[in-house]
């Protein structure tokens, strides 16, 4: 089981955060090792207290170091070859070999802001992609925290939205993206746990009617990195650009599969998108990621925010390989 802890105070997170700075000081203190990189102590004070995570001047024989890949891994990976080609992406969490709808290895805290409740890594090196996430119809927020300490126990900061019982779709979008937007003032807030600590990556995730809202703020927010729908219901996708995950119960009444077998067969082709049916799911087993299919939501909803919301490429096989039993997959994403 993961710790939760309740902390507001931005020290305590820096703490954690500046210890694993100063392992991959002394990781690298060779003529090999990232430049630029001096006294964590002196970091601190010059960044207000805020650690600089870049290790992005890590060169090939560094990233050879297990000590030192480790450290690069855990911290976001911004070195070329850590977790992608190009070097642009965020790497948390040891290499993956399989799937998984466990907690990850990360310790997890959380804060109130004003459009929900935060729940972000403690024990990792920012910077973080962030996810906001809401629930459906008689839903008001609570019940989606499971998703959000999962994430979070993965390096992926999460904001459960809090929505009026009976908000509709339009609503729920509107909610998630003022949800985003409070998010990147904390970015800025010296006070916040999250000052400095987020990427710019941000994704909106829904259950039913809270699944139809995620592909709203998709179309109002194309900027967005990730979009996943849990047995969305009143979805749209035509006009989405942003890469959409549908994930649906093939025991669902509610919200059946041909709801988001419409919403996918309107995404455009030139948008990455996968749908999966899980058998034996039905409208109301959505409120954590072990749930429907016994862990197969919570599997494909990693996986997904880790290739396209991280560019975390160590992903994407776990991701393509064929599902396991009676699950149906449809999707245009390339190996």
């Avoid at 459009?115 to 927020?141: K, L, M, Q, R, S």
Wanted: aromatic share 8%; net charge negative.
């Amino acid at each position: 089981m993961q710790k939760e802890t309740f902390v507001r105070a931005a020290t305590h997170r820096r703490s954690c955060w500046n210890a694993l700075a100063f392992s991959v000081v002394m990781a690298c203190a060779s003529s090999d090792g990232p430049a630029g990189v001096d006294d964590p102590a002196t970091d601190a004070r010059a960044n207000g207290g805020a650690m600089d995570a870049s290790l992005g001047g890590a060169g090939p024989d560094a990233a050879l170091d297990p000590a030192v890949h480790d450290a690069a891994v855990d911290g976001g990976g911004s070195g070329p070859g850590l977790c992608c080609p190009s070097g642009d992406c965020l790497c948390h969490g040891p290499d993956p070999t399989e799937l998984t709808s466990s907690n990850g290895s990360f310790e997890t805290g959380r804060f109130t802001i004003s459009t929900g409740t935060v729940h972000y890594p403690i024990d990792a090196e920012p910077p973080f992609a962030a996810v906001a996430i809401c629930g459906g119809f008689f839903n008001t927020g609570p019940e989606m925290a499971p998703w959000a300490t999962f994430y979070a126990s993965h390096g992926i900061v999460t904001v459960v939205v809090t929505t009026g019982a009976a908000d509709q779709p339009a609503a729920r979008s509107a909610k998630l993206l003022a949800a985003i937007a409070e998010l990147e003032a904390e970015n800025t807030d010296a006070a916040s746990p999250l000052y400095g600590a987020l990427s710019g990556r941000y994704g909106t995730s829904g259950y039913s009617l809270g699944g139809g809202a995620t592909t709203l703020a998709s179309v109002s927010e194309p900027t967005l990195r990730t979009s996943v729908g849990l047995a969305a219901h009143s979805g749209v996708g035509t006009g989405v650009q942003v890469p959409t995950l549908l994930l649906c119960g093939q025991s669902d009444t509610t919200a059946p599969c041909s709801m988001s077998q419409e919403d996918y067969g309107q995404i455009p082709a030139t948008t990455p998108k996968l749908m999966l049916s899980i058998p034996g799911a039905n409208h109301f087993g959505w409120f954590g990621p072990t749930n429907a299919g016994g862990g197969t939501s919570g599997k494909y909803a990693l996986a997904f925010q880790k290739v396209f919301l991280e560019s975390d490429e160590r992903w994407r096989p776990f991701l393509l390989a064929a599902p396991a039993g009676a699950a149906v997959r449809t999707t245009n994403i390339v190996p």
